[in-house]
Nanobody, 123 residues
Framework: QLQLVESGGGLVQPGGSLRLSCAASGFTLDHYAIGWFRQAPGKEREGVSCISTRDGSTNYADSVKGRFTISRDNAKNTVYLQMNSLKPEDKGVYYC????????????????WGQGTQVTVSS
């Protein structure tokens, strides 16, 4: 069974850090791109970052550049999103999703989705 499972969300103060994990099971990430998306209450889902595990290319939304870092661990079949200098506007449910080969900014292009992990940034 193909599955993505996110973890690592939680409550953090502004300026704090979290590391989200996206663990894949039932398939290997070698030929997939993994995207991170987030959705805040009352807002549309937005793309945050993506990594192509095929060629290692990465991209980031302008709002998170310089603060978030996406990476992968092939041995663990897991993609991570390191989030530093968190802001209240980073709050939302974070989802990881997979599609073959290369990144896409559109969530509609992704085949598999995790259940999401909640991130709250508040003092």
């Amino acid at each position: 069974q193909l599955q993505l499972v996110e973890s690592g969300g939680g409550l953090v103060q502004p300026g704090g850090s979290l590391r989200l994990s996206c663990a894949a099971s039932g398939f290997t990430l070698d030929h997939y791109a993994i995207g991170w998306f987030r959705q805040a209450p009352g807002k549309e889902r937005e793309g945050v970052s993506c990594i192509s595990t095929r060629d290692g290319s990465t991209n980031y939304a302008d709002s998170v550049k310089g603060r978030f870092t996406i990476s992968r661990d092939n041995a663990k079949n897991t993609v991570y999103l390191q989030m530093n200098s968190l802001k209240p506007e980073d709050k939302g449910v974070y989802y990881c999703a997979a599609r073959t080969y290369y990144c896409s900014s559109s969530g509609n292009d992704y085949y598999y989705w995790g259940q999401g992990t909640q991130v709250t940034v508040s003092s």
